[in-house]
């Protein structure tokens, strides 16, 4: 199916270990370009701002991954319908899929930003935020809650050209969104002394860019993909919608979990006061940077085994498995070593307060082990997207989010004193994953399971 007529990349023949490398590869910096702009906006934020900057940025943070989870649900619910259709030669039902999540995508983005406008306030004052950094907070999520709708655009549209077998594309559009947030942090943080609030005008400015990028690119290409972009062609199929909900839902209650049980254990942390909160921020961007090799693994093969497992093709997934398993602990391991050998070089990129950089190592340290979960759960947690089992998945996430995170938070926190009780829960916790994805994966039970194109 993949020729020079079509945007179409057919992942279900060829040699797999070659092809799985090189579609990771324009997802790696595709994540790490993205990664990279939010990095920027801490890096540059902490050195013109200071630590109430960077608690600011760290905190309202929180609350616009919130605000992100219903339309990451609904992107990676499209990519594993496509990659479906694509494997089962359903050229009719890729057509409708993309009308239907354009439009759906757009109405459900002014939805999330009304409901963000209404809340972030209350939702702010929810996390603990100290006081030095309420201001700086306040107007960092108020221009964030403004971009919403070009950030769901810009995901949503790439994810359906990754489930196409297309991580390339999408990678340009994220490299013009940095190159674009990188140069705007600097004119209006550091040249304009707009604080916060000048690092969220210039990451929604970012997105709107990216997602331009994204309409223009498929536009031109109208006839390859064989979407007309024709009023009628953006209505919205009732069974695809349903199908892309079904899928949707679980995947955003997932993300949902996850971070509600993050907001709990960092406005824990946040009562530490604002060093431990700066700390605390940083470790969160780096957080970010540790999951862009896994979470572009973990996307390769969702779609890896979305168009296999529909070609009924059970032993190429199997292989992409352990492929993929290699490649995420080959990260693991380097990762290893920065946090062992570089903590305060790296919290240094961010910050020069002594009080900041002497709480890094111990940290770091921490994050190996959180580090190593990322790895081992990228491969199994793709694996069950792929298949469509997201109900699976919203299991292990309340599992992993809501009681390890959580539980082991309130237990650690009597045995141990100070934040470190808290960071070591989240390391921890991630463990959950692990164990039910990889157990799941070796029952074999998957390769009974209906495909969403039957």
């Not at 983005?109 to 939702?123: Q, R, W």
């Not at 989240?426 to 039957?454: H, N, P, Q």
Request: aromatic share 10%.
């Amino acid at each position: 199916m993949s020729n020079k007529n079509t945007l179409i990349n057919d992942l279900t023949e060829g040699p797999l270990s070659r092809q799985i490398i090189l579609f990771s590869i324009p997802l790696i910096l595709g994540n790490l370009l993205h990664t990279l702009y939010n990095l920027v906006d801490m890096a540059v934020v902490g050195q013109f701002v200071g630590s109430e900057g960077l608690s600011a940025v760290a905190t309202s943070g929180q609350v616009t991954m919130l605000m992100y989870c219903l339309g990451i649900g609904l992107a990676t619910g499209g990519q594993i319908l496509i990659a479906q259709q694509v494997g089962a030669g359903d050229r009719e039902g890729v057509r409708k899929t993309i009308g239907t999540s354009f439009t759906f995508t757009i109405l459900l983005s002014i939805a999330v930003t009304a409901l963000g406008l209404i809340f972030y306030t209350p939702l702010l004052r929810a996390l603990n935020t100290p006081e030095e950094a309420w201001t700086d907070a306040v107007e960092y999520l108020f221009w964030c809650c403004l971009g919403v709708p070009f950030t769901y655009l810009n995901g949503g549209l790439s994810s359906l050209l990754r489930g196409m077998g297309d991580s390339k594309h999408p990678t340009w559009f994220v490299a013009a969104a940095a190159i674009a947030n990188i140069i705007l942090d600097l004119v209006l943080v550091a040249a304009f002394g707009m604080r916060a609030k000048g690092a969220a005008i210039a990451t929604s400015a970012a997105q709107l860019i990216g997602a331009a990028a994204c309409i223009v690119y498929l536009y031109h290409n109208r006839d390859k993909l064989g979407f007309d972009f024709r009023l009628e062609s953006f209505r919205m199929d009732r069974r695809i919608l349903v199908t892309m909900l079904r899928l949707a839902a679980p995947l955003a209650f997932q993300t949902i979990s996850i971070n509600i049980s993050m907001i709990f254990v960092n406005s824990w942390v946040n009562a530490y006061g604002v060093i431990v909160s700066a700390v605390n921020g940083v470790g969160t961007k780096l957080y970010s940077l540790a999951t862009v090799v896994t979470h572009a693994m973990q996307s390769a093969v969702a779609t890896f085994t979305g168009q296999n497992i529909a070609a009924r093709k059970q032993e190429r997934v199997v292989k992409t498995m352990e492929i993929s398993t290699i490649f995420t602990m080959i990260f693991w391991l380097c990762s290893t070593a920065i946090c062992v050998f570089l903590p305060k070089l790296v919290f240094g990129l961010f910050t020069h307060e002594d009080a900041v950089l002497e709480m890094a190592p111990g940290y770091m340290l921490i994050q190996i082990v959180m580090y190593l979960s990322f790895a081992l759960m990228s491969p199994p947690l793709g694996f069950i997207t792929g298949i469509g089992y997201v109900s699976l998945n919203l299991i292990i996430a309340i599992m992993d989010g809501v009681v390890a995170r959580i539980g082991l938070s309130l237990i650690l926190a009597r045995l141990m004193e100070g934040p470190q009780a808290y960071w070591w829960a989240s390391a921890l916790a991630g463990f959950v994953s692990v164990i039910w994805g990889w157990l799941y994966f070796r029952s074999g039970r998957w390769k009974g399971r209906k495909l969403l194109t039957d």
